[in-house]
T-cell receptor, first 111, second 116 residues
Framework: SQELEQSPQSLIVQEGKNLTINCTSS?????LYWYKQKYGEGLIFLMM?????EEKSHEKITAKLDEKKQQSSLHITASQPSHAGIYLC???????????FGPGTRLSVLP | GAVVSQHPSWVICKSGTSVKIECRSL??????MFWYRQFPKQSLMLMAT?????????EQGVEKDKFLINHASLTLSTLTVTSAHPEDSSFYIC????????????FGPGTRLTVL
C-alpha cells in the first residue's frame, strides 16, 4: 500500500516568516491533495496536484509536485496566525486503492 | 462542488449505548464511501470502505461488530458505534468517492463523539 511521510512533524514560526512542509510518497502519486485541519473540525481543501512539475498557488500558499510525482511541498509566504493548524497531504489510489493521508504537520504561528 | 454532510456534528453518550452517524452525499451519487477516525494529535486513519449494496471492508484492527457500517443507498452510509466506551471517543469523518477509477473524494465535516 502507498504510504505518505510528512516533514516536519511540527513547526513553530514567527508571524511573517515563510515556511515549507514536505510530503513524500513511497510510490508514484496519481493525485496529491493538501488539506488544512484543526482537530475536531473538518478538512479544508487547499489544493490538488496531478501532473509532474505542477505548481498551484492560492493566496499565500503554493504547492508543488515534483517531476517524478513522489514528492510535494507546501510553501506559505509571510505566515499569519490564521495559517495555524494541521496540514495533511493525501494521495489518491488508483483503480481500487484507497485514499491515504500523511501523518500531518502541526503549524503554529506566533504573533 | 460535491457536498458531503454528516449528522450529527457532535454527540455525547453514556458508556454502553450505541450511536449512529450518518454520511450523505447531497448532490451526487457515491458508489463508495469511506469512514475515517482521528485521535487527538494524530492523522486520519481509514476504518472501513463502504460500497453501496454490499458489506463494508474493514481495515486491519477495526472491529466489525463494534463499528457497523451500512451503505443502503447511493447517497447514504451510516456508521453505528455499538456499546460505546470512552476509548471510542474520537473524531469520525466520512468521505464519498465521485467516480470509480480516479479517486476524487469529498469529505464530510466530521462528527465528534464523546463517550462518558
Amino acid at each position: 500500500s502507498q504510504e505518505l511521510e510528512q516533514s516536519p512533524q511540527s513547526l513553530i514560526v514567527q508571524e511573517g516568516k515563510n515556511l515549507t512542509i514536505n510530503c513524500t510518497s513511497s510510490k508514484t502519486l496519481y493525485g496529491l491533495y493538501w488539506y488544512k485541519q484543526k482537530y475536531g473540525e473538518g478538512l479544508i481543501f487547499l489544493m490538488m496536484l496531478q501532473k509532474g512539475g505542477e505548481e498551484k498557488s492560492h493566496e499565500k500558499i503554493t504547492a508543488k509536485l515534483d517531476e517524478k510525482k513522489q514528492q510535494s511541498s507546501l510553501h506559505i509566504t509571510a505566515s499569519q496566525p490564521s495559517h495555524a493548524g494541521i496540514y495533511l497531504c493525501g494521495a489518491d489510489g488508483y483503480y481500487g486503492q484507497n485514499f491515504v493521508f500523511g501523518p500531518g504537520t502541526r503549524l503554529s504561528v506566533l504573533p | 462542488g460535491a457536498v458531503v454532510s454528516q449528522h450529527p456534528s457532535w454527540v455525547i453518550c453514556k458508556s454502553g449505548t450505541s450511536v449512529k452517524i450518518e454520511c450523505r452525499s447531497l448532490d451526487f451519487q457515491a458508489t463508495t464511501m469511506f469512514w475515517y477516525r482521528q485521535f487527538p494529535k494524530q492523522s486520519l486513519m481509514l476504518m472501513a470502505t463502504s460500497n453501496e449494496g454490499s458489506k463494508a471492508t474493514y481495515e486491519q484492527g477495526v472491529e466489525k461488530d463494534k463499528f457497523l457500517i451500512n451503505h443502503a443507498s447511493l447517497t447514504l452510509s451510516t456508521l453505528t458505534v455499538t456499546s460505546a466506551h470512552p476509548e471510542d471517543s474520537s473524531f469520525y469523518i466520512c468521505s464519498a468517492r465521485v467516480l470509480a477509477g480516479f479517486n476524487e473524494q469529498f469529505f464530510g465535516p466530521g462528527t465528534r463523539l464523546t463517550v462518558l
